[in-house]
Structure formats: structure tokens, C-alpha cells
């Protein structure tokens, strides 16, 4: 005996099992019926869904259990088209898993790597055929036409750069001035400091003069929102307490983060919650960010009365508002 | 001859007289296809495309891709009177005017999370076994393309109806955009057209979604296919069954049977599950507005990972020269996401350098045989698990009564201590499951069945596993680690030195198994009994 160590050894393909469908016709039979009922099955869910889709309205809710009060039209069509789908697939698939050939296939497999010998004529092909061009005898026309490539790809950039005008100082800029007044949103109603109760919140937006229409990309920058805490509740240096008004602060309600609108106040803990990605900005600090991937406090609006008592901007934001940019502090 | 068989043969002799292709068809027909349920993972992938295309196609016919201000005033009475844009307003139209209009919407969307997770399952089968070798590298990078305009493909679509929640979804890739260093404002004016949202990329996203990224899907699944065709397909390691052939059943009549009613059988469930579950019901959020957003707002799945990565992202920004740079935007947003997907595209090329195995494969691996990569696969997968669920913290904060803080700490923590334990418990396991299998060969199957022998003894039955269990086992092969040469003769550390010992390194950890059970030991071992 050797001292080689004997692996285990390939039993080759196991013998074929034979199904009862290829031997007892009768299970065949069965096998066949069960197939046919099946593309029955899917005819029947067509009709259903001819059915649902003409004869019934579609304001028909009726109640199922989990899914609560149905749209009956809505379902009737659906479940008419996954059951003819569905059992158009069971029938296929149980078809040939009864009836057709089970019997396994062996293919060979062959490399994909060529012979030397066509590599080798490939190579010379395309030298051969670099040659014929001259590209190497020719520099003049190597250089003008790698150069010439090279220039043409800056058309399809430049033809793009209409896409949008460049931003300038846009980013910015928002419609807040001095003595702009605070109005609701939605209602666009201007607000006196007594409209709000302690603890309240508001959402504002500049006023606009009559005729000018609020785009989205407006209310994108301008979105503010007013909290009225008592005035003893905040902890501020004294220019910052000097931009509020009888306890009301005004923010950017735009994160400073990724842009979302900073909608959820907590009125027991005083922070402001952003949905999107839960940076906390501590009201009574300045929206100092207290936890969360904001990086900066949202910019604070100084805000006093008009002379008719409504609120009003006293001075524009003092910095961008809205997510970070390359060129913010520029 | 029948007359049906006649024209059956008149047809295909009209058809190879023009094209000669009855030589290519005769070959083909018969072509054999190995099977197992997990190669039907990347058909679902295939067929829901094709449901895809389908159901966008009614879409478009009623979709208007306008951010047109226009006032509601259809049939879904809590939106009547309200301003919206036409994009928002043709999506309520579809889901309540037109017949079949909204479970032709839910299907679409149904299809897009199924086609997701098609195509990151069959990733996932293809990468734990193996298949991803040479001379299969090309269609994984494929893949990972795909899965890439996928995810993309996905934000885009679900970002068309211009509800709140899409529009908050737009706001934040905008942002992302926009923290790009030097570019990024300039870029983001060239996106929307100006300021955010402006009134214009409702109109160019569509362009993507319907024409420019299906086009490429198209271009890549055709490529994909025709490799898998050409290559032919992998096949798991079994009796009979070796590197130099195939071993399965003819295309034709059982594998197309069994494809084609696969198709219909996912194109059903599909249909049941738009006709039964309600998703993205647009109408409930109200049009977009970036001064409202609506609370527990989610991604879908497939960006939700995405989502909790920014989400954990530490509230890091500097200040260079009085330029800003947004690290906690550009971290999770773009460097990390951009290593992973570099890092997935690079694999096969990775492993094959590292164990330096050079070779055709065309048997798979059982994942327990290749433990290093298995566990590799398992860090990756519990790093973005633990991003995909902090994606999800304000829910689950939420459902199970934890504060966000609570949720986020964890997830901070957890993204960094998991994956490498993630690492380590798969590798053991994988190891463990190798031990098992040494002893299932050498020793036999347990029966469950107790005797006791004449001196008291009791001993449990072993019975002996089959011929082709046995095989099956241990028919894998184990790598020898690499012996790259670090010094040369005289001691002396060689050019490249550091490169081989990093090499050598890695090829020892992958080398790492049980040695498998050999005829010999079991001889052995029934002489004892």
C-alpha cells in the first residue's frame, strides 16, 4: 500500500429516479388535468377582472379584515390580474415539472481562451492594420486628430450650460429686509406679538407687495418659524436677546443641514426637531444644535413691532440660510 | 407528416434561408442550464424589469411631467381647491380617475422594491459562492452597475409624483449636490435650473427615468444575459458534476417552460401584492412645499441605508480659507457610499490578487468553504444593515418607545464594533461548519437510535451518508497559502517586499479550513470500529 493519501472519489451522475408521471399514465393523466385546471384558473381571473373593471363603480368600499374598507373596483381588477398571472406561471411550471423530461444533461464545457496561434494572428491583424493606417509614421495627423478628439468633448459640456444660470450671490440673498412684515403661512396674514400664547409656534413668511407671486424657490429661503417662549426662559448674549420681541425668536426654519424644513418643536424640552435626519437645535440658546449631523445653529431672524404693532424683520438674516456651500462665508 | 408540422418546417426553412440560423437555433435549443432555487433570484430581477417597463408605459400615458402650478380639483375631495403641481395632480388623477389607474401605480412601485432586492439577493448568491471568478469578472462589474442605476433609477422614480415626501427626498440630494467643494452651488443651478426647487426637474428627471437610464438598463441586461449565455452558467459542486461540464436540464421545452411561468408567477404576485397593499399613497402627504415636511419621513429601502448613514454622520464642517466643506455631508453621502460601491466593483480582482488563484471557475463554492470571504460578505452586509436601520431610528425610536438619541448612539457605536465581530463569529462558524462536515464523512449520520452493548455500553448508531454525500463534502478544493518571497538570498528585504508580505498575509487567512476528510482517514477509522 502507498503512502498517498486517497480522496474520496466522484460516484459520477446518480441513476435517474423515475417520476409517477412517467410510469403510471394514470398520474400522468391526473398531472395533466391539474395543469389544465390551473390555465382554467387563470382564464377565470381575466373575467374577474373584465368584470370589476366595467361593471362595478368605482366608489364601492367594502370591509376586509387587516386591509380595512377596500376600493372593491380597485381590487376586483387586481386580484383578476394576479390570479390569471399567477396561475398561468403555476400551470407552466407544474407542466414541466410532471410531464416534461426530468432526465438531467450533461454539456461539455470548453475554455474560452483561443488557441496561441489565433492570439498571436490577432495581434498581427491589428498591428498589421495600424501599420497600414501609419499612425505611427504620422505624427502630424496622430496629434491634430487626438487633439482635435480631445476638443470635441467640451461641445456636449458647453451645450449644457444653459441647464441653469449661475448661482452669483443667490444662495445668500433671501426676501426678508428691514421692516418686512411677518405673515402667516398659509393665510399670508400679517401678526401682532399678542396673536401668539407662550409656548405657541408659528410659521411665517415675508410679506410680499401686492402682485408679486411666492414661488417655491421663495418660500425655499424664506420659510420662518416663530416661537414665543417667556423672555426669563432664554439664555442668550445680549445682541441675540436684542433680535427677539416679548419672548417670540424667529429661525430659519430651512436646517441648516441638508435643507429640510425644521418642523417639529418640543414645547416641555424647548428644541426644535428635524425630521429628516433628527438634528436638535435648542431654541432657547439660539437653535444651538444639540445632537444630530447639523453642524451650525439655524440663522436667526432679528425681529421687532412696526408701527402699527405688527411683526416685522429688523434687519435681513446675517448669513446664508439653508444647507452648507463651498462659498457660504464668502 | 402532419399539415401542422408541415408549416412548421416551411416557417423555419423561410427564416434560415434569410438569416441561417437553424445551426445556431439547433445548438442552442438543447442548450443545458444547471439548476437551483437560488439561480431564480437574478430572474426575479430580470422579470421585474420587464414588469417595470411594462406598467411605466401605462404611467406615461397619463403622467404629466410639469411643475405647472395648477389647482386640484379631481375626485379626492381633502385635496380640492388646493394649488399643486401638474406633475402632483396627473399622479392623483392616475390613482383616482383612470380604471386601473392606482394598482397600475402600486405595481410599479411594488416591482421597483422587488427589482431592488432581486438584484441585491442574487449579489449576494453570486458573491458567497463564488461566482464572480474568472472569467466571470466582467458580469459582476455589470452588476454592480446595475445595482448602482438601480438605486438611482429608484430615488428618480419615486421622486416624480412631487408629493411631500419626494420632494423632501429631492431637497436632500440637492443638498448634496450643493456640498460638493467648488462646484457644488454652480452644479445645483445647473440641476434645477436655478434656485431649489425651481420648476424644472420634475421635467428632466423624467427624461432619465423613462428614456436615458432604461436605455442603459437595457443595453446592460442584454450584455449581461448574452455572458451568462455565452460563458454558460455556473453550477453547484455535486456527483457527476465538474469544472469541465454542465449538468442540467435543456433549454428547450423544460428550463423555457419553467422561466416563462416564472415570469407570470412574479409578474402575479406583483399584481397581488399592488391590488392588496397600499404604497405611496401620494394623496395622504399633500404637495410639495420645502417649507413643510412631513414627520417619520422614510427613503425606500434600497436609499434607506444611505438615509442612516447621514443620518449618524458626526456634525463635523471646516472652514479652509474661509471655504466651507461639509465632512458630515461628503462622509456619508458621497466618500463612503463611493468606497463601498468601488470597493464591491474591485472584489474579484481583490481575491484573485490576494490568493493569487488565476484560474477558470466554473463549480460554485459552498460559502463554508471559502470562510474569509463569507465573513468578509457578513461585515459588509452588517455595515449597512446597521445603516438601513438607523435610517429607520425615528421610527423605531417610535414603535419601541426609545428616545432618537438612544437609537442614534447605538447605531454611532454599533456601525463601527459590529462588522468586525460580524467577521469574526462568521469565519468560526464557517470553520465549525467545515468540522461538521469532516465528522458527517468520517463517522456517519447521528440515527437518533441508542444500543446498548452487552458490557453496558450505550453508544448511538452512526449510520455511513452516501456515496454522493461523501462526495459532495469534500469535493472542494483547499488552497495553499501563498509563499511569496519577502527576502532574497542573501536576507536581504527585496523591491516589493511589503507588497508580498501584505500578500502572503491575506492568503494565509483565506487559506485557513479544516482539512478535509480523505478516503485513507476513513479506511483508517473503520479499522477501529
Redesign the interface.
Known sequence: MSNEIELIKDPGLPTHVHRRADTDPKAALRAERQVAILFALSALGTLILIYSYIFIKDDVFIFIPIMGDTNLHQLGIGMGMAIALFCIGAGLIHWAKTLMPDEEVIAQRHEFKSEDEDRAEFVDTVKAGAADAGLGRRPLIKTTLGAALGLSALTPVLLLRDLGPLPGDDLKKTNWKKGTRLVTDPGDRPIRPEDLEVGAVAQTLPEFPAGKVRHLDDVAKDAVLLIRLRPEEFNLDAERLSWTHEGIIAFSKICSHMGCAVALYEQQTKHLLCPCHQSTFDVTRAAKVIFGPAARPLPQLNISVDEEGYLVAAAPFTEPVGPSFWGRLK | MTARERIAGNVAGYVDDRTGAAKWMKKNL???FPDHWSFLLGEIALYSFIILLLSGTFLTFWFDPSMKEVVYNGSYEPLQGIKMSAAYASTLDISFEV??G??MR?IHHWAALIFMVGIVVHLMRVYFTGAFRK?REFNWIIGVGLLTLGIVEGFLGYSLPDDLLSG?GI??A???I?????????L?????????????FISRIYTVHILLLPGIFLALITVHLMLVWY??HTQFPG??R?????????LM??YM??A??????????T??L???ASINPVWLYGP??????????QPDWYMGWL?GL????????T?LF?????W??LI?GLILPGIMFTGLALYPFIESWATGDKR?H?LLDRPRNAPNRTAIGAMALTFTLVSLINGG??IIATTFDLT??QM?WFSRIAIIVLPPIAFVVTKRLCLSLQRADRDL?LHGRETGRLVRMPNGEFIEVHEPIS??K??LL??HEQLAPLELPEHDGAGVRRPGALKNKLRNRISRAAAVAVPK????E??ELEGHH
Open positions: 438543447t442548450k443545458v380604471r386601473g392606482l394598482l402600486q472569467p423632501t431637497r436632500i440637492e443638498a448634496i450643493q456640498a460638493l467643494p467648488v462646484v457644488g452651488s454652480y445645483s443651478y445647473f440641476a434645477f435650473g436655478g434656485a431649489f426647487p425651481g420648476e424644472l460563458q454558460k456527483p457527476g465538474t469544472e469541465k461540464n454542465v449538468v442540467g436540464y435543456p421545452p423544460v417552460a419553467k416563462g411561468g416564472f415570469f407570470f408567477i412574479v409578474f402575479g404576485v399584481a397581488f399592488g391590488a392588496v410639495y412645499t420645502p417649507g413643510q415636511v412631513s414627520a417619520g419621513s438615509d447621514v443620518r449618524m454622520a458626526p456634525p463635523l464642517e472652514y474661509g471655504y466651507t466643506v461639509s458630515n455631508i456619508p477558470e466554473h431610528n425615528d432618537i438619541n442614534m464523512v456515496a454522493e461523501a462526495w469534500t469535493s476528510a480523505t478516503e485513507t476513513r479506511r
